[in-house]
């Protein structure tokens, strides 16, 4: 997907639809499909404990993740709540109602025509956020993207 998305963009710059000047970042919240009836309170969480190889897919993928900047690295206060089904998520009453478990989708966007000039997905907490903003920023100006 991430090529068909590549390919989509390096055609709109042909096409003079992206300057490159002007650029906004913005965030969604993604619900993810974690509920908090299958979670533990961020006290009892402990993944020192957990041995990799008896986790399921989600956390150890989770585990991988723990230095990243876009997810356990992007803050050293742990979320209120971790979902065993997908530890990645952050536990969020951002929209007013209910709390849910949430990843954010980061948008790049060229201000001129408003085209999407890349995405990443980080948890759902300004440092997260503003670590992917930098990194889509580097790919743009590296010419990565």
């Known amino acids: 997907m991430r090529h068909v998305f590549e390919t989509v963009v390096a ?3 042909e096409e003079g639809l992206v300057s490159g000047q002007r650029l906004a970042a913005d965030a969604s919240l993604i619900q993810a499909d ?3 009836q299958n979670s533990i309170p961020q006290a009892d969480w402990e993944p020192d404990k957990i041995d990799p190889a008896d986790a399921p897919r989600a956390v150890r993928e989770y585990l991988e993740t723990l230095d990243d900047e876009a ?3 992007a803050s050293p206060v742990g979320p209120k709540f971790t979902s065993h089904s ?3 998520t952050q536990w969020t009453g951002a929209r007013g109602g209910p709390a849910y478990f949430v990843y954010s989708a980061n948008y790049l966007i060229d201000t001129d ?3 999407i000039l890349d995405v990443e997905a980080t948890r759902s907490i300004r440092q997260a956020e503003l670590g992917a903003v930098r990194t889509m920023i580097d790919r743009w100006t590296t010419g990565l993207i």
């Open 86 to 88: 997908d530890p990645a």
């Open 11 to 13: 055609r709109c710059i």
């Open 71 to 73: 997810f356990g690295a």
């Open 34 to 36: 974690a509920n908090r």
């Open 113 to 115: 025509h408003s085209i």
